[in-house]
C-alpha cells in the first residue's frame, strides 16, 4: 500500500504563490499517476490536476489552467503542485492522491481515486 504526505500549505496574498508537495511511499510508488484535488468549505472534492505514473502526460482543471504547474521527480517518490497567480476561490484543503488506472489525460475521477493524502489547506486572502 502508498502513503501520501502532503506539505506546502500555508496562508498567502491574492496574487501570490505556494508550492505543495507531495511525498509517496511504500510499494511501486512508480506505477501509480499523482495529482491532487481540493475541498473548499461546503463544497464537494474536486479535481486540480495530475500527472502520469511516467510523468510525460499532465492534466488540468480549467480553473487552474496556466496558473498551476504539476510536476513528479521519480527518484524522490514526490510529486509538486506550483501554484501562481492565487486569488481567494482556491481556498481550500489540498488533497494528494494516487491511482494506477488513471491514465493522465483528462479530468481524473474522484471513484477512480485508490489512495488520499491527509490534505494541506491553503487560504488565500483578497
Known amino acids: 500500500q502508498v502513503q501520501l504526505v502532503e506539505s506546502g500549505g500555508g496562508r498567502v496574498q491574492a496574487g501570490g504563490s505556494l508550492r505543495l508537495s507531495c511525498a509517496a511511499s511504500g510499494r511501486s510508488t512508480s506505477s501509480y499517476a499523482m495529482g491532487w484535488f481540493r475541498q473548499a468549505p461546503g463544497k464537494e472534492r474536486e479535481f486540480v490536476a495530475g500527472i502520469d505514473w511516467s510523468g510525460g502526460i499532465t492534466s488540468y482543471a480549467d480553473s487552474v489552467k496556466g496558473r498551476f504547474t504539476i510536476s513528479r521527480d521519480s527518484a524522490k517518490n514526490t510529486v509538486y503542485l506550483q501554484m501562481n497567480s492565487l486569488n481567494p476561490e482556491d481556498t481550500a484543503v489540498y488533497y494528494c492522491?494516487?491511482?494506477?488506472?488513471?491514465?493522465?489525460?483528462?479530468?481524473?475521477?474522484?471513484?477512480?481515486?485508490?489512495?488520499w493524502g491527509q490534505g494541506t489547506l491553503v487560504t488565500v486572502s483578497s
Open positions: 492522491a494516487a491511482d494506477r488506472k488513471w491514465l493522465g489525460s483528462g479530468s481524473w475521477p474522484l471513484r477512480s481515486v485508490e489512495v
